[in-house]
């Protein structure tokens, strides 16, 4: 079957460094996606991987690997507004989302 | 109007009530879905629509019909309501255009609908 895990809660400290992981299982593949979410709110489109390496775009960096099927989004810098879940979601052969049931980040002073 | 909006924002049904969630959007997307989020699940696809006239299943349309009259309007009906529906629902779109971007869902901010 398709599976992606994540881990349910992450707590980190304002300034700090965070890497949230994520491995998938899924038929074909497509690309791996990052969202944030914040409480109450809609998810919010982060970065996409297609192929391995990093891509870095800001504070936010997002790894993958394919022959690991394993990806991480890396957070610097850490500010209060970064506390909210992070999505990760895999496409597969038919262009369809997976997505984890998400990470809940809590920032703290 | 920008982006996608959802109506209504929050709803509480009686079961066996027949509801409707409206979403519409001004990006001239092709593709349009709509997804449900419970606690501890991911977001689970219930039914989409690869352009104006076209609709498809999902992971869970069960209890649920979806129209695509136009590019722009994107409605999801649960036609006799249960406990079980009570969820928050998302409708997204996206850009089938075949590049990258069109993979990247926008999202409507949600309706949260409680069945009692």
């Known amino acids: 079957g398709q599976n992606i895990d994540q881990p349910t809660e992450m707590t980190a400290t304002e300034g700090a460094i965070v890497q949230i992981n994520c491995t998938y299982q899924t038929s074909g593949f497509n690309g791996l996606f990052w969202y944030q979410q914040h409480a109450g709110e809609a998810p919010t489109f982060l970065s996409y991987n297609v192929l391995d390496g990093l891509e870095e775009k800001g504070r936010f960096s997002s790894f993958l690997s394919r022959s690991k099927g394993y990806s991480y989004l890396l957070l610097k810098e850490l500010q209060m507004k970064d506390s909210a879940s992070y999505l990760c979601a895999a496409m597969d052969s038919n262009y369809q989302l997976i997505w984890g049931a998400g990470t809940k980040l809590i920032i703290k002073p | 109007i920008a982006g996608i909006t959802q109506a209504p924002t929050s709803q509480i049904l009686a079961a066996g009530r027949r509801m409707t969630l409206r979403c519409t959007q001004d990006m001239r997307h092709n593709a349009m879905y709509w997804y449900r989020q419970d606690l501890g699940l991911g977001l689970r696809l219930i039914h989409y629509?690869?352009?104006?006239?076209?609709?498809g299943k999902g992971e869970v349309p069960d209890g649920y019909s979806v129209s695509r009259a136009n590019t722009d309007d994107f409605p999801l009906t649960l036609a006799s309501a249960v406990p079980s529906q009570t969820s928050v629902y998302f409708c997204a779109s996206s850009d089938s255009s075949g590049s990258f971007g069109a993979n990247v869902l926008t999202f409507g901010a949600g309706s949260r609908l409680t069945v009692l």
């Open positions: 629509s690869n352009t104006a006239g076209t609709t």
